[in-house]
């Protein structure tokens, strides 16, 4: 699986930003997707995932101002992201795995992608 993050850019605080995630291959909706982020100096941390069958995962840090969803049609996974705070500043890396691996850590994903820019100004 090859996957292919999209979308980010420089958004001032309180405003909204969508990114997006294509996958290559036919099996997308045989995965868990997931996504993380990495500000400068700190480790990739668990923002969202969703379950193939659309269950869905939240940081506490984002819960209420983040979706996460998909399109299995499009091979694609979304991160909706509404009330942006200078926090938020972060790289930010979708990423596909198999059922049954921890969804909050990075070790449960089996594929990145190269990750997107998300910048926050105050």
């Known amino acids: 699986v090859q996957l292919q993050a999209s979308g980010g850019g420089l958004v001032q605080a309180g405003g909204s930003l969508r990114v997006s995630c294509a996958a290559s291959?036919?099996?997308?909706?045989?995965?868990?997707m997931g996504w993380f982020r990495q500000a400068p100096g700190k480790e990739r941390e668990f923002v969202a995932a969703?379950?193939?069958?659309?269950?869905?995962y939240y940081a506490d840090s984002v819960k209420g101002r983040f979706t996460i969803s998909r399109d299995n049609a499009k091979n694609t996974v979304y991160l909706q992201m509404n009330s942006l705070k200078p926090e938020d500043t972060a790289v930010y890396y979708c990423?596909?795995?198999?059922?049954?691996?921890?969804?909050?850590?990075?070790?449960?994903?089996?594929?990145w992608g190269q990750g997107t820019q998300v910048t926050v100004s105050s």
């Open positions: 291959g036919r099996t997308f909706n045989s995965y868990v």
């Open positions: 990423a596909a795995g198999s059922s049954g691996g921890d969804y909050y850590a990075p070790w449960g994903y089996d594929y």
């Open positions: 969703i379950s193939r069958n659309g269950g869905t």
